[in-house]
């Protein structure tokens, strides 16, 4: 899968140092994976939601979410916001 944009996951990270192990993680999962359903990424994440069109990641021991839409089509996971689970929770990015 194409991850757009690593940029998103390095900017949160630099934030949020202790969220960088579990994002860099995710991020090569992701980058290797050939997922063609919400199926296939539950096996890898059993844990990721779907909310909408929106695939919701818990990173970090559920600590913050990783919001991402995902393109079976195009293969490309586009990353919409990455937050705490307090900012999550104020549903502002719904």
Request: proline share 2%.
């Amino acid at each position: 899968m194409r991850v757009i944009s690593h940029r998103a996951i390095r900017t949160f990270a630099a934030k949020h140092p202790d969220a960088k192990t579990s994002l860099d993680q995710w991020y090569r999962i992701t980058k290797r994976a050939h997922w063609h359903s919400r199926v296939e990424v539950q096996k890898v994440f059993p844990h990721a939601d779907l909310v909408g069109r929106r695939t919701v990641f818990n990173i970090g021991g559920n600590k913050y979410r990783l919001i991402a839409r995902i393109s079976y089509r195009t293969r490309q996971v586009f990353v919409l916001a990455i937050l705490t689970h307090a900012e999550y929770d104020k549903e502002h990015w719904k």
